[in-house]
């Protein structure tokens, strides 16, 4: 399984949406895509080994065995008469548009109705699975994003806690859709667009032609995908693109400059 690309484009996806829906200082798109990055890897629930089904030991664990049993049952009665003869547990009804939007109006409505514990939970959640894919690096850079964060909205934290409920939910269905997207370019497809009958199939797997096509862990992922938007992920970091922009401008006006007439 791609774990850590999966993180790495919910991270990207979540710096390249944050101005979009309003989030436009540094330390709100860090923590926003921070977020993002993390439910990027929740579809993999769906699979006892991945790494959202171990994080948090049996209570992941027994999460993962509630959705397997929930998808092969939803698969079990839905299949159209193309389907493939399968348990319909991998790769069904957590990789669907249907699962991404339903769990972000979910964690939108949670937190609303929770207050600032609910808000703080999910964000938690959503780092403990990035910073499990990405490395400890995380934790120390989006933890310092959240103090100042506070810090820039003291006396009013709370209040902006309860301010971005509806943010979440954009961040935790924006990184269920981004995982979704990249299974779709894998081999095996995803059956995103279920229950809209297609060919036949109910939960037909969206998938490019083959030669577009890569397999999870091998060397596409790794030397072209990952790399990649490994310099997305920095590029897209609110500030650095106009700093690198500045840079290679004042390089360029310098060179003329030596050069002259």
Known sequence: MMGRTHAL???????????????????????????????ALLPDLDHPGARASTLLGPLTGGLSWLLRK????LYAVTKGPRDEDCTGTHRHLSHTLLFAVALGAAAAAGTEAGGPWAVAG??????????????????PVAGGAVVWWVYENNPGALGQL????????????????????????????CPFLFP?????????????????????????????????????????VPGV?????????????????EAGP
């Open 70 to 73: 929930a998808s092969a049952g």
């Open 162 to 189: 309860d301010a971005v409920t509806g943010l979440l939910g954009i961040a935790v269905g924006l990184g269920c859709f981004t995982h979704c997207l990249g299974d779709a370019l894998t081999e095996s497809g």
């Open 9 to 39: 484009t919910g991270w990207c996806a979540g710096l390249a949406v944050a101005p979009l829906v309003g989030v436009n200082t540094l330390a709100q798109a860090v923590v926003f895509a921070a977020t993002t990055a993390g439910y």
């Open 122 to 139: 999910v964000v938690l959640l959503g780092l403990l699975l990035a910073e499990d894919a990405l490395g400890d690096w995380l934790l």
């Open 196 to 236: 809209l009958p297609i060919a036949g199939e109910t939960w037909y797997e969206l998938r490019p032609p083959s030669l577009l096509r890569f397999r999870t862990g091998k060397g596409v992922e790794n030397g072209l995908v990952f790399p990649v938007f490994s310099v997305l992920a920095v590029v897209l």
């Open 241 to 257: 693109w106009p700093a690198l922009a500045g840079l290679v401008t004042d390089l360029l006006d310098g060179a003329t400059v």
